[in-house]
């Protein structure tokens, strides 16, 4: 089946400072999307992308399709406190509506 | 996460029992999804499903294992004869029909075999 790969698994950096987490897949995928999850909470969709070489951005979050349509990035500047939490990729391929995850990347923010 | 409602938010099972868990999807959204999360670990798929049908079922372990999405009410993931390692948050989720579209997460069961 298809797998996403996502790095770094964790992250542990200081408040103000920039962040970046990428997924690659051996696959291609129609569809990326990003989500966000809190502790005892459900993912909370980020941002989607639906085109290869998509650039969109959501407040300080921004993320990318790319153009292999095989990885995704997604950037988060300025980071704080409140951006703690695990980031999870997701993408769709042609096998049916449904989304296959990367492990997610753990998120520190030390404020 | 706004509209679709997963309950109960929180279910303890003893080894053997069946757990139910119960998901209405979004207004005017036709297909769900299910994914299982294991303590530290991404959301695996499980089953996917329309109004009386189910689509894909490939990620749903073969026994004791089953879901419905009737013509009317919730969907419904049943596990029956649950063991320790069922235990899980179990998420479901909703897109509209329309091919290609968001699919949006409920805040999850979590679902703890005693």
């Known amino acids: 089946g298809q797998q996403l790969n996502q790095s770094p698994q964790s992250m542990f950096i200081q408040e103000g400072e920039d962040v970046s987490m990428n997924c690659t897949s051996s696959s291609i995928f129609n569809t990326w999307l990003w989500y966000k999850q809190e502790p005892g909470e459900g993912p909370v969709l980020l941002i989607a992308l639906y085109k290869a070489g998509e650039l969109t951005s959501n407040g300080r979050l921004t993320a990318q399709f790319g153009i292999t349509r095989k990885d995704s990035f997604l950037n988060i500047s300025a980071s704080i406190p409140s951006d703690v939490g695990i980031y999870f990729c997701?993408?769709?391929?042609?096998?049916?509506?449904?989304?296959?995850f990367g492990g997610g990347t753990r998120l520190m923010v030390k404020p | 996460n706004a509209g679709v409602m997963q309950n109960p938010r929180h279910l303890v099972r003893r080894r053997g029992q069946e757990a139910r868990l119960r998901c209405s999807p979004m207004?005017?959204?036709?297909?769900v999804y299910w994914y299982r999360q294991l303590p530290e670990e991404g959301l695996k798929f499980m089953v996917y499903l329309q109004k009386e049908n189910i689509i894909d079922e490939s990620g749903m372990p073969k026994e004791r294992f089953s879901a419905e999405f009737p013509k009317e009410g919730p969907s419904i993931l049943r596990i029956q004869q649950v063991v320790r390692g069922d235990s899980a948050a179990y998420f479901c989720?909703?897109?509209?029909?329309?091919?290609?579209?968001?699919?949006?997460f409920g805040e999850g069961s979590w679902l703890t075999v005693v």
């Open positions: 997701a993408g769709r391929g042609n096998a049916g509506n449904m989304l296959t």
């Open positions: 989720a909703s897109s509209p029909v329309e091919p290609g579209t968001t699919i949006y």
């Open positions: 207004k005017g959204h036709s297909h």
